[in-house]
């Protein structure tokens, strides 16, 4: 499928998906972190016509992603009169929520925290709007390594380019217009102090984890399995003790 007809298919899944909910929603909500997937989804909402509301929601950012971020916003608002770019600082948030925790003060789970505060706003959004969230998870992510945080950021209501690989948000990118320095920043989640980007933390590019997930033969696949492996309590569904009754 060439990149023009998956836009057009998502979105009229998107519309689909909408007008069969039992209670419509009014609005999409959509968290741009400054990255290719939510640059693509977030244009891919408002290209819908339906009212959408995109966030930045930096934590202690980065200055170059929360540049890219705004930037984006601001041009869905440029381009899309169905868009309203809303920016909540989360920085006093977090700073106090840190503090509560005294010393339990886990990097790893700070960062997961941050990815839920996040969420926790979305949610927030979409309740007071009528709307739902909408994810900007990709297939690698969501189904082959498990890349988010546990069960999903905290849950989207749909993810539209879940069955995505990354190559082809990049050239869904392109193809909607999505600025270039955008296409061109180096895939991070923005989770962290440090600023460590996605392969750092995976120890693979999305090229090498695209080419092992399709690829057993690939030299990279037993890498692949290993970082899938440790997270499947991700992929799976929620455990639950059931009785035999």
């Not at 948030?93 to 960062?111: C, I, P, Q, R, T």
């Amino acid at each position: 499928m060439e990149p023009k007809e998956r836009i057009i298919f998502i979105t009229g899944w998107i519309l689909d998906y909408c007008s069969k909910m039992s209670k419509k929603p009014d609005s999409l909500v959509v968290g741009v972190s400054g990255g290719i997937d939510s640059a693509v989804v977030s244009t891919i909402c408002a290209a819908s016509g339906m009212k959408t509301y995109v966030l930045s929601m930096p934590i202690r950012q980065i200055k170059e992603q929360d540049n890219l971020s705004r930037m984006h916003c601001n041009w869905l608002v440029k381009n899309f009169k169905n868009v309203e770019s809303i920016t909540v600082s989360l920085d006093k948030v977090f700073d106090e929520f840190e503090k509560a925790l005294g010393k339990n003060s886990s990097e790893h789970a700070f960062a997961n925290s941050r990815a839920r505060l996040r969420m926790t706003t979305l949610y927030q959004v979409a309740g007071s709007n009528n709307g739902i969230v909408v994810g900007t998870g990709n297939k690698v992510e969501d189904f082959g390594v498990g890349f988010y945080t546990k069960y999903g950021d905290g849950g989207v209501d749909i993810s539209p380019i879940a069955d995505c690989t990354k190559s082809q948000v990049w050239e869904m990118g392109r193809e909607l217009g999505i600025n270039q320095a955008i296409i061109d920043a180096i895939p991070t989640d923005g989770l962290w102090a440090d600023g460590r980007n996605d392969e750092q933390q995976l120890g693979m590019s999305y090229q090498e984890l695209e080419e092992a997930m399709t690829n057993p033969k690939s030299k990279n696949y037993a890498k692949y399995l290993k970082i899938r492996e440790a997270n499947l309590h991700k992929m799976n569904p929620i455990p639950v003790c059931k009785f035999d009754e």
